[in-house]
């Protein structure tokens, strides 16, 4: 059984990692919703492509200012947050678990359950203990990721949109805010520019065989993909590297901030609880 302070630091990293991420989630849920609609669409996304290539019909959205205006005109403000409830859901448990699992395993790793000490990990076991805590939030929260895909790859037009017009600083042996939103920042650039291909095949597992409304373009037939390397063979075959980085744009500019402000509001949070649980 754990000892008291160590279920109070545990409760500490629970909820201040489910407050972090709520509030970077919902910011820059209007960036998430369009990265899934250009993730999941068939159709090309660059005119470069579309001069190139015509192995589907017209693409719904081709560049990101165009489709920030198309869900804005068809749904709304609203649009923008379509299923951030359940990304919520998806999000507050696996920010939670993250930073939960992440501190256990730097603590074990360190011998010390300080933060301050937990710098002094070398990259490798810094590396390691991200990914195991990464993988552990994922599978925690994959169901709730699953539904907050599929109710934000297809817009639900409003009738009434028809009449709208078209038209500070820590402890020196802490680091600061402007060094955490720093990290935050580049990590998280760093983090989508490399994985976000096998982000765009998860996505296309997860709406496989769902119906869409022809006016968001094609759908992905049921088992269309027969595994992970055939998703990425297929799409890299009939729409090109532009394929895999379907996206690539509104997540990297989602990531940084996303990052940055997850990793500041943790802080903030954590110690605000430190200091209410003395």
């Given at each position: ?72 005109r068809e749904e709304g403000l609203p649009g923008f947050w379509r299923g951030n409830v359940p990304a919520l859901l998806m999000v507050m448990p696996y920010t939670a678990i993250q930073f939960t699992v992440l501190h256990k395993i730097k603590t074990f790793a360190s011998g010390s359950s300080k933060s301050e000490d937990h710098i002094n990990l070398s990259p490798y076991l ?153």
């Amino acid at each position: 059984m754990e000892e008291p302070g160590q279920l109070k630091r545990t409760l500490i990293d629970l909820t201040a990692g489910a407050i972090s991420g709520a509030v970077s989630r919902t910011i820059t849920s209007p960036l998430d919703v369009i990265k899934i609609r250009f993730q999941v669409q068939l159709e090309p996304t660059t005119h470069w492509t579309l001069l190139q290539r015509n192995a589907y019909g017209p693409s719904k959205y081709t560049g990101m200012l165009q489709a920030t205006k198309d869900i804005f005109r068809e749904e709304g403000l609203p649009g923008f947050w379509r299923g951030n409830v359940p990304a919520l859901l998806m999000v507050m448990p696996y920010t939670a678990i993250q930073f939960t699992v992440l501190h256990k395993i730097k603590t074990f790793a360190s011998g010390s359950s300080k933060s301050e000490d937990h710098i002094n990990l070398s990259p490798y076991l810094s590396y390691v203990s991200g990914a195991l805590a990464g993988c552990a939030a994922t599978i925690g929260s994959y169901p709730f990721d699953l539904l907050r895909t599929v109710l934000a790859s297809q817009g639900e037009p409003k009738a009434w949109n028809r009449y709208r017009s078209t038209d500070a600083s820590q402890a020196d042996d802490a680091l600061s805010s402007f060094q955490l939103f720093l990290c935050g920042l580049a990590a998280g650039t760093c983090a989508k520019a490399v994985c976000h291909p096998l982000d765009v095949v998860k996505k296309r597992f997860q709406i496989e065989g769902l119906p869409r409304d022809p006016r968001y373009g094609a759908r992905v037939e049921h088992r269309a993909y027969r595994n992970m390397h055939d998703a990425l063979r297929r799409i890299l075959q009939r729409e090109g590297w532009a394929g895999l980085y379907k996206g690539i744009i509104p997540s990297i500019v989602k990531a940084a901030p996303a990052g940055a402000v997850t990793f500041v509001a943790y802080e903030f949070t954590s110690d605000w609880l430190e200091s209410i649980l003395g």
